[in-house]
């Protein structure tokens, strides 16, 4: 025993020896690393954001990190973020391997598009699912008016709880994603179905799984992969939702009618129909769950976090979830639905939704990126190969640019005379090449969704119970967590 643990030590330092970060030259600065576990130590897993925020003061607005054996710059504050995400976009696309997907089969041109390489496979996903979003509208209901249909369903079910307290989490992440099943199995499905609610669970499951310390050493070193123990369930929930999906797609080839497409899915089957015989198509089977479990993951928990964030905003503000109801009663009334069009009239509840967004701060440090090239980010040296994690937390709260940071203060996008003010430091969506593809999406059920919502309720913490907390819960998404809420009808 005492010789194998002396050479696994011997192995472990030898190995770390060969894999250790080099050094380049204008590398950013960094904390020291340990054998192995490079600067892990150094991080809370639970809050990233707030870890790297604290790095920042002490290394600088970028610098770089060891997550075992993986060289990492972190990103911070608006001015270095602007040059990366908008002036050298395309430096800083790629993304990292992620090899606790591989196993998969997500890699090469089948990898969908969250976690895809920067390349041609991405760049025809990404084109074809933007185009077939926005074309939408062309079937017999246009996206605005099914998420308007899917808003009186979520305002029916606030109904039904009849002014008791509830948790609201259940009922607003089915409506949200209700609008995402529409879009791509062509229907929304009642809340309490079986095979709905499996899915979100499995959903939910997989986010809460994909972050912390584990998935990172695994996606650091993918050998541990093949021991036994608890992380065998990260790599079962992934595998149990694709068999879903599956059954869902065999479902639509059943009934496809290539001149009818029905939805997303339909739509994809044609193109892999066209693509047929071509080696380095995107468009396959395989690549089809990837994208549309993508769409639904991505587009689920994101929206539907910031409408629990808007809410708790309101519960806690109640002096501005007053205004927001004079707004509405003034532009809209309270005989007709909202539509998207009334947003123009409507700044306060716009800036409302803004400040939400940002002081929500819903995906604060985005996904990772991977330098494309070798770069150079204010004055510092990134070599091709890199993995670059922008915390969009740091510019969203950036105490040199925002008035109250720390505060939600819908004022931070309003001028003098109440108009809506846009602001440069406001990327909950990050932006250039890799931009959240649902950013038009996700705008138009946040207003819809909440203004059906401030129409017809009044939110009020239930009688005796304390002040919900602001404190997040991080799993991808920064949430809140679970408060329970008073619906009053108006
Ligand atoms: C990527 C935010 C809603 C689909 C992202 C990223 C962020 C983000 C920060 C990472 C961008 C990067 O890597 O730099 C949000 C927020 C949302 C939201 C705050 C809601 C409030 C949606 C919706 C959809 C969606 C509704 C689905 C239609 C995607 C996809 C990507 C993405 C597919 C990956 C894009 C790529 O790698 O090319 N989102 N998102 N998102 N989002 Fe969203």
Same mark, same amino acid.
């Given at each position: 025993v005492t010789f194998l643990g002396l050479f696994l030590t011997v192995f472990v330092l030898l190995l770390d020896f060969l894999k250790r970060r080099k050094t380049w030259n204008r590398y950013p600065p960094g904390p020291s690393s340990i054998p192995? #576990? =490079? @600067?892990?130590?150094?991080? %809370?897993f639970r809050q990233p954001q707030v870890s790297f925020t604290q790095l920042s003061k002490k290394f600088g607005n970028i610098f770089s990190l060891q997550i075992c054996w993986r060289n990492l710059v972190v990103l911070n504050g608006f001015e270095a973020m602007k040059e990366a995400l908008i002036n050298k976009s395309e430096d800083i696309a790629d993304r990292p391997r992620f090899p606790l997907y591989?196993?998969?089969? !997500?890699?090469?041109? @089948?990898? =969908? #598009?969250? #976690?895809a390489r920067y390349g041609r496979a991405w760049k025809d996903l990404r084109r074809f699912s933007l185009s077939t979003l926005r074309n939408?509208?062309? =079937?017999?209901?246009s996206l605005e008016e099914r998420i308007i249909e899917e808003a009186g369903f979520l305002n029916s079910a606030f109904e039904s709880e009849e002014s008791q307290p509830f948790d609201p989490h259940f009922i607003i992440n089915n409506a949200v994603s209700n609008v995402i099943c529409s879009i791509t199995f062509g229907n929304r499905f009642e809340y309490n179905d079986k095979r709905f609610q499996k899915l979100l669970h499995m959903f939910e499951e997989s986010m809460k799984l994909a972050t912390g310390f584990l998935p990172q050493m695994l996606n650091a070193?993918? @050998?541990?992969?093949?021991?036994? =123990?608890?992380h065998q369930k990260i790599l079962e929930i992934p595998k149990q939702i694709m068999r879903c999906l599956k059954e869902i797609a065999d479902e639509h080839k059943e009934s496809w009618d290539p001149a009818h497409n029905r939805d997303f899915i339909d739509a994809f089957l044609g193109e892999i129909e066209k693509a047929?015989? @071509?080696?380095?198509?995107?468009?396959n089977e395989l690549n089809l769950l990837f994208t549309t479990s993508d769409l639904f993951s991505a587009g689920t928990e994101t929206t539907s976090t910031t409408l629990r964030w808007a809410l708790l905003f309101m519960l806690l503000h109640p002096e501005i979830q007053s205004k927001v109801h004079a707004e509405i009663d003034r532009v !809209?009334? &309270? %005989?007709r639905r909202p539509e998207l069009g009334d947003q123009v009239n409507m700044p306060f509840t716009n800036a409302v939704i803004h400040e939400t967004l940002r002081c929500g %701060? !819903?995906?604060? !440090?985005a996904l990772p990126h991977m330098a494309y090239r070798d770069t150079e980010i204010q004055g510092f040296f990134i070599p091709k190969g890199v993995v670059i994690i922008t915390n969009l937390s740091s510019v969203l709260k950036d105490e040199t640019y925002?008035?109250?940071?720390?505060q939600f203060y819908?004022?931070?996008?309003?001028n003098a005379e109440g108009q809506f003010l846009k602001r440069e430091a406001f990327i909950p969506f990050s932006?250039? &090449?890799?931009?959240?593809?649902g950013e038009q999406l996700a705008r138009m059920e946040l207003f819809i969704f909440f203004t059906t919502l401030m129409q017809r309720f009044t939110f009020l913490i239930p009688e005796n119970q304390p002040k919900p907390q602001l404190k997040p819960c991080f799993a991808v998404t920064s949430s809140p967590h679970p408060y329970q809420i008073c619906a009053k009808l108006r």
């Open positions: 192995f #576990l =490079g @600067s892990m130590l150094q991080m %809370d591989e196993h998969m089969g !997500i890699c090469g041109n @089948s990898a =969908g #598009l969250v #976690l939408f509208g062309m =079937g017999k209901k070193v993918p @050998s541990l992969m093949h021991l036994p =123990g608890p047929k015989g @071509s080696q380095e198509t995107t468009f !809209i009334g &309270r %005989d %701060d !819903i995906v604060p !440090i925002w008035e109250k940071p720390h819908p004022e931070h996008f309003l932006a250039g &090449r890799r931009v959240c593809l």
